[in-house]
């Protein structure tokens, strides 16, 4: 991807508002449409920006996405790298939720796992295979995004800045890593997606165990390079491996990773 030039001195706190502003009308990057173009280092500071104000206004953050990680998604959104994003409590839905499609900007949505974190995961958690050390819970999850890239060309800025698209999730009920025998999961099981009855897109349990450990020890590792950490009770939507998938009229979606459970939403107009 060839990364174009980033605005200079971007004014991040001005931007900021105006961001959170057309996020809360379902507007997502307007400004994007103006010529603005941010580096990724912008980004992630504009993202942090917008995650203040939203802080300030009484939400609070419960965790992160990891984005990016498969080859399908990379292609569809332009970046050749991983990105991460906020979540927010207030965004967090359950099992069974009936959601209006007209609450999104060109909704899409993604079937993955998401973990709880135990304790801070550290290179230790890594040192078996399998499901890493540090994860108290593992649980499917739809992730809903506003699927609009408003720059003239795919920018990892834009993407960022805008939270790597994210709009929620819905969460299935999951198990602990404990309970489950993980050699069988990797030989034999897989996540499935599903509209109503038909099969949309399916891949394996072992892809879907080296994204975890992919995702998490990334994650671990950028965030401790900005001075931050993860921290128990967390959650961490680990990244797809299927497409994005456009939701473009009223249906139900259905993930099922057996044995950690599904998890399904219905969309309304």
């Known amino acids: 991807m060839n990364t174009p030039a980033a605005s200079p001195t971007p004014p991040i706190w001005h931007w900021a508002s105006g961001l959170l502003a057309d996020y809360d009308a ?18 992630y500071e504009l993202q942090s920006a917008v995650a203040q104000l939203r802080r300030d206004r009484g939400e609070r953050i419960i965790g992160y996405k990891v984005g990016c990680t498969s080859p399908k998604i990379r292609a569809q959104l332009g970046i050749d790298h991983c990105v991460t994003g906020r979540l927010y409590e207030s965004e967090q839905h359950t099992s069974g939720a009936e959601l209006s499609r007209q609450n999104f900007a060109n909704l899409a949505i993604e079937g993955e ?43 990892a800025g834009e993407l960022i800045a805008n939270n790597a698209l994210h709009a929620g999730f819905i969460a299935g009920a999951g198990v602990s890593p404990a309970d489950i025998d993980c050699d069988a999961f990797l030989d034999t099981s897989s996540l499935s997606i599903f509209t109503d009855t038909r099969l949309l897109e399916e891949c394996s349990g072992l892809s879907l165990v080296q994204t975890i450990r992919s995702s998490l020890k990334w994650l671990m590792e950028v965030l401790r390079d900005r001075g931050d950490q993860l921290r128990t009770g967390q959650i961490i939507l680990t990244g797809s491996i299927p497409s994005l998938i456009p939701i473009t009229e009223d249906s139900g979606i259905r993930v099922e990773v057996p044995p950690f459970g599904n998890v399904e939403v219905k969309f309304l107009p």
Do not use: Y
């Open 26 to 43: 379902c507007q997502p990057g307007t400004m994007f449409a103006k010529g603005v173009v941010l580096d990724v280092a912008q980004g």
């Open 113 to 155: 796992l998401a973990v709880e974190l135990s304790h801070e995961p550290s290179n230790e958690s890594f040192s078996e295979t399998g499901i890493p050390t540090c994860i108290a819970r593992v649980f499917p999850v739809i992730e809903l995004h506003h699927h609009v890239m408003r720059g003239d060309q795919p920018s």
